[in-house]
């Protein structure tokens, strides 16, 4: 029997993404929409079309073209600036996908943030702003520190924490200039915040018909330096989380994916652990990035990314916990500079247990810039361990494991 057609939206860096692409093509054929030609997807796509994947006309054509020729299952995109152009082009060629109006109020976070104050879901006070007045006058009403973030942004870009007023209008100008070419930018496009002390840990649930099931907690490795204090420099994964199993923590993931009106896809929530327990923070109409995924699958099993291909079908996922359960620890490699790419290794020669993988994503001639004005991972290096401790431990001081070299940007 012929496995079913997924149109996918946009695959992204190899390095990062093709686990996703092996597991989902055991189960179903797919199409690739991208804006470049293919190279390392051919081994698991039935073909491709190029197209630019922001512009929603050319989207949903080039998605009709495929829909004429062949019997489509589903839309399925896991790309943060893709996920609302894919859903509206789904929506429009009646397949079963995404509620285009869910993912918008996901995608917005003043829109995310009504929707969860309605429903009396614990959040950090929040305002969108559109001048540096207006966020001057939340940051003294509500007292430093404060965030600053783009509206409809992610991957931290443009995030800034603020602990005195003498360097908000900085951070300000900061935030209020990252843009991605072909995002919607609002008049009042930067968010402000009040800061909640405590980590930060990220919940991964499939929504299937309205019934949600978390499956992977990811705890956040933030780094150091005040440039990248909100960059996600690795993820912890412990297939023993307690909170998978906490029916609080539980109850409200299913609580916040019912006031925002999710009832079918993937998502990516996250949340702060305060003292007076989780507070939401936003959540992403998408599988996790990091590598959050395949460290669910390499610590429990669970295959987030194939689950996330039923739903997208229309078919109820499976959702699956063997044992036994394990721990994993990714970290990312950063070049000392924003730089062009001339040397990129990873030391493979350090690939031994707990060591499970290492790899690359910059090649020469590449243009990296560190945060808070780009997105600098260069690789990554996974330890899966008994415990936690056992994978953090592997990890420890993750630049010994790359060679980075290059010419500095002016």
């Known amino acids: 029997m012929e496995k079913p057609l997924l149109i996918v939206v946009a695959s992204s860096y190899a390095a ?5 692409f092996r597991t989902v093509s ?11 030609p293919p190279t390392w997807e051919l081994p698991y796509i039935e073909g491709c079309t190029v197209v630019n994947c922001l512009d929603q006309d050319a989207l949903t054509e080039a998605a009709a073209a495929v829909a004429r020729e062949h019997k489509v299952a589903g839309f399925y995109c896991y790309d943060e600036v893709y996920i609302e152009t ?12 995404l509620d285009p109006a869910a993912v918008a109020r996901c995608r917005d976070k003043t829109a995310t943030r009504q929707a969860l104050e309605k429903a009396g879901i614990p959040q950090p006070a929040s305002r969108p702003v559109a001048t540096l007045d207006e966020a001057r006058e939340f940051a003294e009403r509500t007292g430093y520190p404060v965030i600053l973030k783009p509206r409809n942004l992610g991957g931290s870009l443009g995030l800034r924490k603020v602990e005195r007023p003498e360097d908000l209008a900085a951070a300000f100008e900061v935030t209020k200039g990252a843009v991605v070419p072909g995002i919607q930018r ?19 649930s499939v929504v299937f018909e309205g019934e949600c099931t978390p499956m992977i907690v990811g705890r956040k490795v933030l780094g150091e330096s005040e440039s990248m204090a909100f960059e996600e420099i690795g993820h912890d994964v412990d ?4 909170l ?14 019912e006031a925002l009106g999710f009832d079918n896809g993937f998502t990516h929530a996250e949340y702060k652990v305060t003292p007076k327990g989780l507070y939401a923070i936003e959540v992403n109409a998408r599988l996790g990035g990091g590598m959050i995924p395949y460290l669910g699958m390499l610590t429990s099993g669970t295959d987030a990314a194939l689950a996330a291909a039923d739903v997208a079908a229309g078919r109820r996922p499976t959702v699956a916990f ?31 247990p707990p060591i499970h993988e290492m790899g690359m994503s910059a090649v020469p001639g590449m243009t990296v810039k560190l945060p ?3 997105l600098a991972r260069s690789g990554y290096v996974i330890a899966i361990g008994a415990t936690l401790e056992e994978s953090r431990a592997a990890v420890a001081d993750p630049a010994r494991f790359f060679e980075i070299t290059g010419k500095p940007l002016s």
Do not use: C, K
């Not at 990062?16 to 996703?20: A, G, H, L, P, V």
């Not at 189960?27 to 470049?36: G, I």
């Open 16 to 20: 990062y993404r093709s686990y996703i």
């Open 26 to 36: 055991s189960r179903y054929r797919l199409w690739l929409l991208n804006p470049a």
């Open 86 to 97: 894919a859903a509206w082009a789904g929506a429009a060629l009646g397949l079963q996908t």
């Open 186 to 204: 609002f008049e009042d496009q930067v968010i402000i915040e009040e800061f909640l002390d405590g980590p930060e840990v990220s919940i991964d």
């Open 239 to 242: 297939g023993n989380d307690p």
């Open 244 to 257: 998978l199993d906490d029916p609080g923590a539980v109850d409200l993931v299913r609580r916040t994916h």
């Open 322 to 352: 063997p044992d036994p359960r394990r721990a994993a620890s990714v970290r990312f490699a950063y070049p000392a500079y924003d730089m062009q790419v001339e040397t990129a290794r990873a030391r493979e020669e350090l690939l031994v």
């Open 372 to 374: 808070p004005h780009g």
